[in-house]
């Protein structure tokens, strides 16, 4: 890749589907070495975005590049620059480890040599030490899903598009892997991740909130935070047996503009800066009451959810 060349840009790109606009006129631009987040609901139109962007679909309308290489009429050459792990797990099950490493190369036409220095490589990245003839389907859930990582980085490519790489792994794992993604960013590669796992989302350099087809709001998790809520945010966690009278009260309060219930806790979003030390000298002294930062849950619930719902 070129010195100053965007790793990633889109300029209008839509995609429709008979009169079902996918994806509707979006631009962007990523990065080399950032990890760029897409975040929204189902069916917003990540995956179809996406799979522009890897060559494999043309779009209805607008231009992306990868790596400078047109997406539509350069689609063969943007294969070689992108890696792609997508949604439902890439590796055959009844096929070994090596099996299925040795056909990832056949078809990034990677010679016996290289694809040995590589499986050595990422091996020793994921730390991965089963045998080789293990099959795929015995493996723990997430070695799985760190070796379908190392497949998608087989051909060493600079941009990695990893579409919910994580849907449905325990925590600790997702944490692993979450390591592995920062550590090839430091290295320099691309990262374009989707997630909806909100956490997850904070190792963003920047995010994309998408809703039907479009990209509603674009910044760091920082910013996107600071404009989602220029008014202070609560949280409240009651003990266990408190009456619930204090939440009657305080769903009544005109100074409060909305409680969302997270899991004991509760955050309350206030209307003005002043009127949240008002609000807490009214409240029970048993709650446990703290100012925080809003999570990006707060973010997402505010500008995705909301207006779908308003
Ligand atoms: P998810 O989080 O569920 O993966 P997404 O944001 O990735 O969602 P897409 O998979 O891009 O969403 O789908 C966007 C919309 O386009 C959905 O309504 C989907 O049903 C529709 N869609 C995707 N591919 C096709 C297709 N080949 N033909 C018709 N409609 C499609």
């Given at each position: 890749?070129?010195k100053?060349?965007l790793a990633?840009?889109?300029?209008?790109?839509?995609?429709?589907?008979?009169?079902?606009?996918?994806?509707?006129?979006?631009?962007?631009?990523?990065?080399p070495?950032e990890?760029?987040?897409?975040?929204?609901?189902n069916?917003?139109?990540?995956t179809?975005?996406?799979?522009v962007?890897?060559g494999?679909?043309?779009p209805?309308a607008?231009?992306?590049?990868?790596?400078?290489?047109d997406?539509?009429?350069?689609?063969?050459d943007?294969?070689t620059?992108?890696g792609y792990?997508?949604q439902r797990?890439?590796?055959?099950?009844?096929?070994?480890?090596?099996e299925?490493l040795?056909?990832?190369?056949?078809l990034?036409?990677l010679d016996?040599?290289t694809?040995?220095?590589?499986?050595r490589?990422?091996f020793d990245?994921?730390?991965?030490?089963?045998?080789?003839?293990s099959?795929v389907s015995?493996l723990?859930g997430?070695i799985?899903?760190?070796?379908?990582l190392?497949?998608a980085?087989?051909?060493d490519p600079?941009i990695?598009?990893?579409d919910e790489?994580?849907a449905?792994?325990?925590?600790?794992v997702?944490?692993?892997?979450?390591?592995?993604?920062?550590?090839?960013?430091?290295a320099?590669?691309?990262?374009?991740v989707?997630?909806?796992y909100?956490?997850?989302a904070?190792?963003?350099?920047?995010i994309?909130?998408m809703?039907?087809?479009?990209?509603?709001?674009?910044?760091s998790?920082?910013?996107?935070?600071?404009?989602a809520?220029?008014?202070?945010?609560?949280?409240?966690?009651?003990?266990?047996?408190?009456?619930?009278?204090?939440?009657r009260?305080?769903?009544?309060?005109?100074r409060?503009?909305?409680?969302?219930?997270?899991g004991?806790r509760y955050?309350?979003l206030?209307?003005?800066?002043?009127?949240?030390?008002?609000?807490?000298?009214r409240?029970p002294?048993?709650?446990?009451?703290?100012?925080i930062?809003?999570?990006?849950e707060?973010?997402f619930i505010?500008l995705?959810?909301?207006e779908?719902?308003?």
């Amino acid at each position: 890749m070129k010195k100053n060349q965007l790793a990633v840009q889109a300029r209008h790109l839509s995609v429709r589907f008979g009169t079902f606009t996918a994806v509707d006129d979006i631009s962007f631009a990523v990065r080399p070495g950032e990890i760029f987040g897409f975040l929204g609901a189902n069916g917003a139109g990540k995956t179809t975005t996406i799979r522009v962007l890897c060559g494999l679909l043309i779009p209805s309308a607008g231009q992306a590049w990868v790596a400078g290489l047109d997406c539509q009429t350069q689609a063969a050459d943007v294969k070689t620059k992108v890696g792609y792990m997508s949604q439902r797990f890439t590796l055959y099950s009844d096929l070994t480890v090596a099996e299925n490493l040795a056909f990832t190369a056949a078809l990034r036409k990677l010679d016996t040599r290289t694809l040995q220095r590589r499986t050595r490589e990422l091996f020793d990245f994921i730390h991965f030490d089963y045998p080789q003839n293990s099959m795929v389907s015995d493996l723990p859930g997430g070695i799985k899903q760190q070796l379908a990582l190392a497949a998608a980085l087989l051909h060493d490519p600079p941009i990695i598009f990893l579409d919910e790489p994580t849907a449905g792994v325990a925590p600790a794992v997702r944490a692993r892997f979450w390591s592995l993604i920062r550590q090839l960013a430091r290295a320099g590669k691309t990262i374009f991740v989707t997630t909806h796992y909100l956490d997850e989302a904070e190792n963003c350099r920047r995010i994309a909130l998408m809703r039907d087809g479009q990209i509603i709001a674009l910044d760091s998790p920082r910013r996107l935070k600071a404009s989602a809520f220029p008014e202070p945010v609560l949280e409240i966690e009651p003990q266990p047996g408190t009456s619930r009278e204090w939440l009657r009260k305080l769903k009544l309060d005109p100074r409060v503009a909305r409680i969302q219930p997270h899991g004991r806790r509760y955050h309350v979003l206030v209307l003005n800066g002043p009127a949240w030390q008002g609000i807490a000298r009214r409240l029970p002294k048993t709650l446990s009451l703290r100012r925080i930062q809003p999570s990006l849950e707060d973010v997402f619930i505010r500008l995705v959810e909301a207006e779908v719902s308003a």
